[in-house]
């Protein structure tokens, strides 16, 4: 694709915002992957493998709203910043993120069966990670919003020391089905979610470095990655299926992690 | 399924699916509720954590009906 039009994406709506096109993309993705786990989950009687359904299907469910609304702009705000004059800050983003980002985790906690005490620290954290760099979002000098960014970085990394300690040693308790599908997850969170802190300093948010189009492309590519992406390695785990279907290959095998 | 093997029939709790299903319409429904909030009168601020304190809260409902989701019956 043209670089230029990468950058500019195409204003389907006509209002002045050519991220629009990948917003677009974006809430077909989250549909498609809501459908798709709805349609693959439909039936199943399995006591824990309605929980870990429930819970995916809601996660990009929820994210194709926030996707839709911030496509009609409705997820859209100004925030006047000292300095840099006035940002257009997708709100809707961070109003999904605050509800999308708990269920994941809690996926990876009924995965590795921690009790509900650490789970609970867990989400906590997460929700502390969120809403800082909410507060960091809505700042309206560059320091504040540097100062933010590094509260809720420290956060993401006190979540990642939970993940890859407490969660990673008791999922080592499991069966190699549900060890290998936790570290492939734990994996694929600790890359995707490097990311978001980096694309934020490096946005329109941050510093600046990236316009507004390649910031929502890159935010639309590791939002479907990190909800439908997730929900589809964990449900074709050989840990989620048991018994009850054949076991795919490309989740099921033996864990690489350990 | 996994690990354990399950003696006790475990049946689906009806109240915990209406609660998944409310808390997750409320979540929808708070992501497009930040414009009528401003024609109330309210400023963005507090209208923008409303929305956010709903978000975080139907989540948590949501994890606390997960954990509820069955019952067992012997």
Redesign the interface.
């Known amino acids: 694709m043209d670089p230029t039009v990468l950058q500019a994406g195409f204003d389907l709506l006509g209002d002045g915002r050519p991220e629009t096109l990948w917003l677009g993309i974006g809430t077909l993705f989250m549909l498609v992957g809501t459908f798709y786990f709805i349609a693959k989950g439909w039936g199943v009687t399995?006591?824990?493998?309605?929980?870990y359904y429930?819970?995916t299907i809601?996660v990009p469910?929820?994210a194709s709203?926030?996707y839709l609304?911030m496509f009609f702009g409705?997820?859209l705000?100004e925030v006047e910043v000292v300095g840099r004059g006035t940002l257009d800050i997708y709100?809707?983003r961070?109003?999904?993120w605050?509800?999308?980002t708990?269920?994941l985790l809690?996926d990876l906690a009924l995965l590795a069966k921690v009790d509900?005490a650490t789970?609970g620290t867990l989400?906590g954290v997460d929700?502390l990670m969120i809403?800082t760099g909410?507060i960091g979002a809505?700042s309206t000098t560059m320091l504040a919003r540097y100062t933010w960014w590094l509260f809720s970085t420290i956060a993401f990394v006190f979540v990642l020391y939970y993940l890859l300690t407490s969660l990673r040693s008791a999922a080592k308790q499991?069966?190699e089905?549900?060890q290998s599908t936790f570290n492939t997850l734990t994996a694929l969170v600790a890359v995707l979610w490097t990311a978001y802190p980096i694309l934020w300093i490096l946005g329109t948010e941050g510093a600046g470095v990236v316009g507004l189009g390649v910031e929502t492309l890159a935010f639309m590519i590791l939002d479907v990655t990190a909800k439908v992406g997730f929900g589809f390695v964990l449900l074709r785990s050989r840990?989620?299926l048991?018994?009850?279907e054949a076991p795919e290959p490309s989740a099921g095998g033996p864990s690489a992690a350990d | 399924m996994t690990d354990d093997a399950h003696e006790s029939v475990a049946v689906l709790n009806t109240t915990s699916v209406v609660g998944i299903a409310v808390c997750f319409v409320l979540a929808a429904v708070a992501l497009f509720a930040l414009p009528t909030l401003q024609s109330r009168g309210i400023g963005f601020t507090t209208a923008f954590w409303i929305v956010s304190a709903v978000e975080l809260l139907t989540a948590f409902g949501i994890i606390y009906f997960i954990f509820n989701l069955h019952e067992e019956h012997e």
């Not at chain 1, 399995?46 to 929980?51: F, G, L, P």
Request: proline share 2%.
């Open positions: 399995d006591r824990e493998a309605r929980e429930a819970i809601l469910g929820i709203a926030a609304s409705i997820g705000a709100y809707a961070y109003a999904d605050l509800f999308t708990p269920l809690l509900r789970t989400i929700a809403v909410l809505l499991r069966s089905a549900v840990a989620i048991g018994d009850t």
